[in-house]
Nanobody, 124 residues
Framework: EVQLVESGGGLVQAGGSLRLSCAAS????????IGWFRQAPGKEREWVSC????????NYADSVKGRFTISTDNAKNTGYLQMNSLKPEDTAVYYC?????????????????WGQGTQVTVSS
């Protein structure tokens, strides 16, 4: 059974940092892309970042570029999202997802498994 479990969310002041983790099980981690998405109240779920170990490819949404860093530890089957210089507009539930294939994608349809999400709240 494929499972993704996020952790590391919380409340932080603007300008602060958080590191989200995504512990995966039930599949060979480095064979699939890992993506991070977020959903703010009343808004659509939006793509944040993705990483493909097989491609050696990393991409970021423009809104987080230069502030967030995605990484994976394939030995631990764990993905990470380091978030620095946080802004109130980064407030959302953050989800990690496993791709249906190895390529990095910004589209929800290219991800087959999702975690339950972790809340990130940035106060001004």
């Amino acid at each position: 059974e494929v499972q993704l479990v996020e952790s590391g969310g919380g409340l932080v002041q603007a300008g602060g940092s958080l590191r989200l983790s995504c512990a995966a099980s039930g599949f060979t981690f480095d064979d699939y892309a890992i993506g991070w998405f977020r959903q703010a109240p009343g808004k659509e779920r939006e793509w944040v970042s993705c990483i493909s170990s097989r491609e050696g490819n990393i991409n970021y949404a423009d809104s987080v570029k230069g502030r967030f860093t995605i990484s994976t530890d394939n030995a631990k089957n764990t993905g990470y999202l380091q978030m620095n210089s946080l802004k109130p507009e980064d407030t959302a539930v953050y989800y990690c997802a496993a791709g249906i294939d190895y390529y990095c994608s910004g589209f929800r349809r290219d991800y087959g498994y999702w975690g339950q999400g972790t809340q990130v709240t940035v106060s001004s």
